[in-house]
C-alpha cells in the first residue's frame, strides 16, 4: 500500500499527465472517432464522444484502484486482454472499410434504417476499451501507482481525470474539421482510417503472440512425476 510522503514534485505531475497523454493519443484516437461517427446527429455524437471519454476514464481509475484485485478474482491476464482487444478493434475496423453509409441511400426511409444501425454504443466497447483505454493504457496507469505515496497516488487519478477531460474535447471537436473535407473527402479518410484501424488491431494481435511466445519460453516445463 502506498504510504504518506511528501508533497510530489512538478516535475512528477507533469511527467504522468504527459505520459497518461501520449499512451492514450487522443488525436489519432479523434480522427478515427470522426471516421467512425460519419452521418451521426451531432446530439448522438456528443453522447458517443462522452460515453467514450468516459468509459476510458473509468477504466483507467478501475485499473488504478481495484487493477490488480480485478486480475486476481478473475484469473485472467495483460495478455488476455490484449488478445480480446485486438480481435474488437478488428471487428470495428472491418465495418468501418465494409459498412453501410446512410449517405449512399436513395430515400429518406432507407437513410433513416440505415443511421439506425449506426452503432453509438460502439464508443463505449471498443471504442473507449481498448481502442482509448487498451492494454498498454491500463498497464501503465497500473505501473504509475506502483511504490507511490499517497500524495503521489493522488496526483496520478486527478492526471487521469485531466486526460479523461481531454479525450473528450478532442473527441468533441474532431467531426467539425472532417465536416470540412466534404462527403467524398470523408468518405476516403473514413476508408483510411479504417485501414489504420485494422493495422492498429493486427499489432494488438502481433504484440499478443509475442508476449505470448516469450512468457511461454520463459515458463519453466513442469515437472514430471515418476510412477511406479
Known sequence: MPDLGPLPTW??????????????????A????????????????????????LTAGAAM??????????FSLFG??????????????LYRAIS?????????????????EASRKLPEDFAIIPFGIPLVAGPGTLSTVMGMIAG??????????????LNTWVVYLFLRKAPVVFARLGAIGTKVV???????????????????VKALYIEMRETPPAAVVATK
Open 76 to 89: 485472467f491476464t495483460a495478455l488476455a486482454m490484449r488478445f480480446v482487444g485486438g480481435v474488437l478493434v
Open 190 to 208: 473514413n476508408k483510411l482510417m479504417g485501414l489504420i484501424l485494422a493495422a492498429v488491431a493486427m499489432q494488438f494481435l502481433i504484440n499478443g
Open 30 to 53: 479523434a480522427a478515427i472517432f470522426a471516421s467512425a461517427t460519419t452521418g451521426m446527429e451531432d446530439a448522438a455524437l456528443r453522447r458517443s464522444a462522452k460515453k467514450a471519454a
Open 96 to 112: 468501418m472499410l465494409y459498412g453501410e453509409d446512410p449517405r449512399e441511400r436513395s430515400t429518406e426511409d432507407e437513410k433513416a
Open 61 to 70: 481509475l478501475a485499473f488504478a484502484l481495484v487493477g490488480q484485485f480485478i
Open 11 to 28: 516535475s512528477f505531475a507533469l511527467g504522468v499527465a504527459t505520459s497518461l497523454f501520449s499512451v492514450l493519443n487522443p488525436i489519432s
Open 148 to 161: 507511490v505515496t499517497w500524495l503521489e497516488y493522488g496526483v496520478v487519478l486527478l492526471a487521469v481525470l
